[in-house]
């Protein structure tokens, strides 16, 4: 019969780490967390809006109908541009203000195991790669 080195992941997934690895980990890492990314400002989700492929399309299919002397239409389509960017632009605004809200309410407690005890941590302080999440284990991207 053909033991595992005590090292390998299927001991080391049952066991967890030990707390020196944690130590490690941690000093040669840091805290495995994701950075905060800022959301972008509003004026420039508001810009974004008219300056995409599609509505600059439409702001040169405006200008042509002005050239070719169909003035109504120009002004038809520059309301299109501008109608359409309203909307999306508070379409968009409202989704990155939920989704600030919804990473708050990330969970800040883990559970884990360590030295084959399973135990709760602070969620911003696992060097480890897995955490055990409703008995069910998650792999985490670091």
């Known amino acids: 019969?053909?033991?595992?080195?005590?090292?390998?992941?299927?001991?080391?997934?049952?066991?967890?780490?030990?707390?020196?690895?944690?130590?490690?980990?941690?000093r040669r890492d840091g805290p495995n967390v994701l950075p905060a990314q800022r959301p972008p400002p509003a004026w420039r989700l508001f810009v974004?809006?008219?300056i995409h492929f599609f509505?600059?399309?439409?702001?040169?299919?405006?200008?042509?109908?002005f050239v070719a002397g169909m003035g109504e239409l120009g002004?038809?389509?520059?309301?299109?541009v501008l109608i359409n960017g309203l909307f999306a632009f508070a379409q968009e605004y409202r989704a990155e203000r939920a989704a600030e809200r919804l990473r708050d309410l990330l969970p800040e407690r883990a559970r884990v195991r360590r030295d084959g005890v399973t135990r709760e941590i602070n969620a911003t302080k696992k060097p480890g790669k897995m955490m055990s999440i409703s008995g069910i284990a998650k792999r985490r991207l670091s």
């Open 1 to 26: 019969m053909v033991r595992k080195p005590a090292n390998s992941p299927s001991i080391r997934h049952v066991r967890g780490l030990s707390e020196t690895e944690v130590a490690e980990r941690r």
């Open 48 to 50: 974004e809006q008219f």
């Open 55 to 65: 509505a600059i399309l439409l702001w040169v299919a405006s200008a042509l109908a």
């Open 75 to 80: 002004i038809a389509i520059v309301l299109v």
